[in-house]
């Protein structure tokens, strides 16, 4: 009982202590032990004015250095990095741009503390199915090059890249059943032939 006093005194410790960035209200509920929102939301307001956390988006609590992607993946959950942000990570396109792209359940371009955030909806049953998307410890989930290949072609038919040898064909055309599209097949089937 003494231990669990302690977590709830020292409640930015505790955050601290974790290994992801970014909390909901109900993560640091769960991490605390704190079964009183009122009380929390109380103490998290004060550690925002202190500047010990911060409150980027309503509900959201942050430590200051806290990981852009681990953030996309909190604003709409379910939700993964892909597309662009995959597509520059692994050398596919070469256009730089700052810009962090997900899919989730809805459409929206937003922005948080001068970063832009773009999500791309797809259809529910893809968005659930987690083959080809990695999860990372501290919650931040993200498609494979392959995984992001077929959404952006799944999304927009005349999708342009700059190098495709970072795909593992075997892979793509493991996770093509997943989209049950006939044009995506032709679509992919022809991009991986005439390159």
Do not use: H
Not at 26 to 49: C, H, P, Q
Not at 82 to 104: K, N, Y
């Amino acid at each position: 009982m003494i231990g669990s006093q302690n977590i709830k005194s020292d409640l930015v410790l505790t955050v601290y202590k974790d290994i992801r960035t970014v909390f909901r209200l109900k993560d640091i509920a769960m991490l605390t032990g704190e079964t009183s929102f009122e009380s929390l939301n109380k103490k998290l307001n004060y550690y925002v004015r202190t500047g010990k956390l911060q409150n980027p988006r309503k509900g959201i609590y942050t430590k200051p250095d806290y990981n852009p992607e681990e953030l996309a993946c909190t604003i709409y959950t379910p939700s993964y990095i892909s597309l662009e942000t995959v597509f520059q990570m692994e050398g596919m396109v070469f256009q730089f741009d700052s810009t962090i792209t997900a899919i989730s359940y809805l459409s929206r371009n937003i922005d948080v503390e001068n970063r832009s955030y773009q999500f791309r909806k797809i259809k529910g049953e893809l968005l659930v199915n987690t083959s080809g998307i990695t999860r990372k410890d501290n919650q931040i989930n993200i498609a494979t090059p392959e995984r992001a290949f077929l959404d952006a072609l799944y999304l927009k038919s005349d999708y342009y890249f700059d190098n495709l040898s970072p795909l593992n064909r075997e892979l793509v055309y493991k996770l093509l059943p997943l989209y049950q599209s006939k044009v995506l097949t032709v679509r992919v089937k022809k991009l991986l032939t005439n390159d």
